[in-house]
RNA sequence: GCGAAAGUGGCGGAAUUGGCAGACGCGCCAGACUUAGGAUCUGGUCCCGUAAGGGGUGGGGGUUCGAGUCCCCCCUUUCGCACCA
């Protein structure tokens, strides 16, 4: 009678046995090689959910994994503790949010435990007490001092729902990133920036050093930066006699500018309808600017609103030719981005053309497809007075293309020209340095119909007709620089960091508002900065901080005299900007973090998470980083060194939400079929990278495995268990080598050792553990298919043994509790996770006998067994006998004879 | 529009460098054991064809002895950014 798996009970009885024996715990040992694995910590909503098991159960594989070849693994998880979740459940029920994040806490923590993830627990932490908030402040105070934390009036994005402002990485489509369908307003507010701008360059910068990061991470990082080389140049507004600056990207198109539009927001329109000619055009520019602005601000929720405006009546004058243009007000142009002007270029920007088209402004095409490409090879005309350095007059003469790069072609004029070139006749030139021989001239088109953006040759453009865009750009700025009305600027897409939250549930911003003194930051010594227990929710939007007089009077560290606090709370991702470092030493009282500590365990050597915070908490998290560099904290501006980004996983077409109804939850499925069986599941179903389809009847699958398995080694376990194990070089030095043991032997240790070199190569590289299951699904079936040999005494039961101890530990890292229970089984009385990872034998995994497909023009016609050591001619000669192919070349000689060592052979025949 | 990824059976997915397309699992079909089976075990399962054989990895071209894989063009889907000047 063959035992019952029972999950239950054997994963509570090693969990039990796991804690007592303290088994993950680890400290920091400089005798040993580190690994820190790190996933990204959950936020208490009060149950573990299916996305984060997938999460977890890939970071354990690995972290058992790393254990077990010997690393000394940093395995840590904490609670992301602050946020509105709580807050707004505690207005509800008008109960403390703390009450919800603990009960929560204790929850999950239960739930996680039951998922046996080898976490060292005493490491956790909940961002929401003191002990850890405090260095929120400690920071923010220390980035004041450095003038990266500032106060500033403006304007920010509100979400109605959340009664709080939102960063701009947290608007998602104009909406609140909680609430999808709820649309940000903006609002005015005296607000909380940390300065990320002043490290945009090095969040750019250091991607290089982040070669061990998703493509698309970066990708989408860059894209958020987004930064832009352009050119400033001022116009003088004529009547006002005041500067315009205007940035542009394409300053070589700036002689088709035939207007210039300005954002409604900006600061010169009260100066011009203030100066309008009477009072009836100003009522009307007023009324009129006030509807583009109301469309303007619609726009930014609203995608491809339509184009509107407003003349002024004003005229902006433009440096380089001295043409005046008239000046206009459009909704499209934003305050925030550049300098809120900008030039309009309708015949090469389509923004532009669409708006001069329907406003009836003229458009003059001064950018003309520079030619049609040119290929190696091709005779091409070089103009007069071409040259690069040294200068030298070429005349007009005819040159063969021999090489072409980025932006510089290799000429070859067939005679020597003066020695410059390489070889004295080859000249290195630009692109727009020579014309091909067939090019047409170029010409403006009679009616455009499009903006024409490309870059091309500039017609029409005073004394820079006929360079190229790239030359342009290049000589109009310095031309600009050199006479003062312009300059080279760089612009950034990305913002600073408004980190304001009109909420209770978060960190106290350390700030002081002194009647006499005016800012002023609370001392160091006076932190933390405590959150008062009681308070009231209103949820009226402002902080519930404000209401608490106790909390608000305070006196002024400078002066002493009476002064208020700040009673905004910040933004709960700077809580988890710097949480992975505090993991190395949670309990220390004395500074953020333990350096000697942190020294030792990072980098972070893989993070681990979901793709939803490519830019949001990843972003803040490299910046705190180089902020903390800058500060002596750490050493490296960069915190991990390896980033996996999981897939979602779904159900029903749909990620598993609340809302949609489709949750399935990990407990209950744990309770149905063992903890073991969901994460194989969970590492099953899909690559880690790609999103999961959920699917009831395959986690069946994966119990009924799992079941397979505890059999299988049960039925054997009995009569191996006191049998000495064969070690793999035994079992290589038998008889001289594998040839000592017999056919069915050799044939579990191949596929045992097969499945070992599959699985620690796969570790080691793609991570496609889907692929590890089955294969280990596959080692199982050809047990299975051998046991009559083992009932006939074919496989020397130390043999067995050895087989199954390697089936057993390559499971272990998916499915820890059952390999620990088989492995005791198996007659061992260590766990899993302090056993040696093995090497695999390639000797042993080798095959003897290849099946060799045989093509017949491509196509498969027969397969031949050959050893595997056949040669080449061995191989070709079984090929050409087989009878199939004998009978189809019917005496001919085959065209060729294709033969791939170890793989195939391809007869060709005409 | 820009950027990134992806498109393979009824489904999830395999095929690491160009070399047997569909591993493994789910589902389905048949059988065994059973009073019974939603348990377990065995066999089958890309399509057309009785067969020999032929077709087949979103579509179209190309390179190659050989293409899911490389190149060119196109289509579709997902994700991120987006009147960013």
Redo the contacts with the bound molecule.
């Keep these: 009678m063959e035992p019952n798996y029972d999950p239950q009970q054997i994963e509570a009885k090693w969990q039990q046995r796991w804690a007592e024996q303290k088994l993950f715990e680890t400290e920091a040992d400089a005798a040993r090689k580190k690994y820190y694995v790190l996933e990204m910590l959950p936020y208490p909503s009060g149950d573990i959910h299916m996305g984060h098991v997938r999460n977890y159960s890939i970071g354990d594989a690995l972290a058992r994994y790393m254990r077990m070849k010997g690393f000394n693994v940093l395995h840590p998880i904490g609670w992301d503790a602050f946020g509105l979740p709580a807050e707004n459940a505690a207005i509800k029920s008008q109960r403390h949010p703390a009450e919800f994040t603990f009960a929560h806490i204790d929850r999950m923590r239960a739930q996680l435990k039951r998922l046996g993830f080898s976490y060292d627990w005493r490491r956790e932490f909940a961002t929401c007490v003191p002990e850890y908030y405090r260095w929120n402040q400690w920071f923010f105070l220390q980035m004041y001092q450095r003038g990266l934390a500032y106060r500033k009036h403006s304007r920010v994005n509100w979400c109605p729902k959340c009664c709080t402002v939102l960063a ?1 990485e947290q608007v ?2 104009g909406c609140c990133w909680r609430h999808e369908d709820t649309p940000v307003v903006e609002k005015e507010l005296e607000q909380w920036f940390l300065k990320i701008t002043a490290y945009a360059d090095q969040l750019l910068d250091h991607m290089k050093l982040l070669l061990r990061w998703p ?2 991470v970066l ?2 990082q ?3 930066i ?1 930064k ?1 080389f ?1 050119t400033e140049v001022e116009f003088t507004v004529e009547a006002l006699g005041r500067p315009l600056r205007v ?4 300053v070589d198109t700036i002689f088709g500018c035939t207007a210039v539009f300005i ?1 409604p927001e900006h600061p010169l329109v009260e100066e011009i309808i203030a100066r309008s000619p009477s009072v009836e055009h100003l009522l009307h520019l007023r009324s009129e600017v006030e509807r583009v602005k109301a ?2 601000v619609r ?2 929720v609203e ?6 405006g407003i003349s002024t009546g004003f005229t902006a004058r433009n440096p380089y030719n001295g043409e005046s243009v008239p000046l206009w007000v459009a ?10 002007a ?2 309009a ?1 309708p015949a090469h ?1 389509q ?1 532009d053309f ?1 708006f001069c088209t329907a406003y009836g402004l003229p458009i003059r095409t001064v950018i003309v497809p520079a030619r049609k490409s040119v290929r190696i090879g091709e005779m091409v005309i070089v103009r007069r007075g071409t040259s690069r350095t040294p200068t030298c007059d070429l005349g007009e003469r005819r040159a063969i293309i021999r090489e072409v790069d980025d932006n510089s072609y290799l000429l070859d004029f067939g005679e020597d020209i003066g020695g410059f070139g390489p070889d004295g006749r080859t000249w290195r030139v630009n692109e727009g340095d020579f014309d091909p021989i067939e090019s047409d001239e170029p010409t403006a088109p009679d009616t455009p119909t499009s903006a024409y953006v490309e870059y091309g040759r500039l017609i029409d453009s005073g004394p820079y007709t006929g360079l190229t865009s790239q030359q342009a750009i290049e000589r109009m700025t310095r031309d600009a620089e050199a006479q003062g009305f312009g300059k080279g600027t760089v ?1 950034y ?1 990305i913002k600073d960091w408004g980190i304001s939250r009109q909420r209770y549930w978060g960190t106290p911003i350390p700030m002081i508002y002194c009647g006499a003194c005016g800012v002023v930051p609370v001392p160091e010594k006076d932190l933390p900065v405590i959150l008062p227990p009681h308070v009231t929710f209103t949820g009226t939007g402002e902080s519930p901080l404000a209401q608490v007089p106790e909390f608000v009077r305070t006196t002024c560290p400078q002066c002493g005299g009476p002064a208020r606090r700040e009673t905004d709370t910040m933004d709960t991702f700077v809580d988890s900007s710097w949480y992975f470092y505090r993991y190395t030493d949670p309990k220390i009282d004395t500074a953020p973090i333990n350096r000697e500590k942190v020294r030792y365990w990072f980098p972070v050597d893989q993070y681990i998470g979901g ?2 915070h ?2 949001l908490h990843l972003i803040y998290m490299r910046f705190f980083t180089k902020v903390m560099k800058d500060i002596g904290l750490v050493d490296s501006p960069e915190p991990v060194a390896r980033l996996f980004t999981q897939g979602m996983v779904i159900k029903d077409g749909a990620k598993m939400s609340k809302s949609k109804g489709n949750v399935v939850d990990p407990t209950e499925m744990c309770a149905k079929y063992g903890a073991d069986t969901v994460r194989l599941y969970m590492l ?4 880690p990278e ?4 959920w ?1 009831d ?2 986690i ?3 119990s ?2 799992l ?2 398995v505890y ?1 299988l080694v049960g039925r054997h376990a009995g009569s191996v268990r006191t049998v000495t194990a064969a070690t793999t070089s035994e079992i290589s030095d038998a008889g001289g080598g594998p040839a000592g043991l017999s056919a069915e032997e050799r044939r579990l240790l191949r596929k045992a050792h097969q499945s070992l070199r ?1 699985v620690t ?2 570790m080691e ?2 991570w ?1 553990f ?2 590890d ?2 294969i280990l ?2 080692f199982v ?1 050809e047990l ?2 051998m046991e009559p040999g083992l009932a006939a005494g074919s496989i020397h039961p130390s043999v067995l043994k050895n087989a199954l101890e390697i089936l057993v530990l390559l499971l272990a890292l998916f499915s820890p509790h059952v390999a620990d229970e088989l492995w005791e089984a198996l007659g061992h009385s260590e766990a899993l996770l302090e056993v040696a990872w093995p090497q695999y034998d390639a000797a042993l995994a080798a095959e003897e006998e ?4 045989v ?1 017949w ?5 027969a ?1 031949i067994r050959v050893p595997a050591g056949a040669s080449e001619d061995e191989i070709r000669r079984r090929a050409l006998a087989e009878p ?1 192919i004998a009978q189809a070349l019917d005496g001919r000689q085959p065209a ?1 004879v ?1 033969v ?1 060592a170890q ?2 052979v ?1 007869i ?1 025949v005409k």
Excluded: C
């Design positions: 701009n998602v489509d493509e698309r990708a989408m860059q894209n958020w987004g832009s352009g940035f542009t990207t394409r954002a469309s303007a726009a930014r995608v491809n609103l339509e184009k509107q909704n499209f142009v934003l305050m925030e981005y550049g300098t809120g900008v030039m270029v920007d923004r669409e612009q897409r793709i939803e490519a830019i099953f179903a899909a690559p790609k999103d999961l389809e699917s009847a395959g069946e699958g994966a009924r495995f079941q397979r059999r599959h190569d796969d590289g793609r496609h889907n692929t299951i089955a699904m596959e079936n299975v298919e290849l099946e060799i497909p093509q023009n491509g196509k498969l016609r397969r199939k060729k294709i791939v793989k195939l391809n060709v």
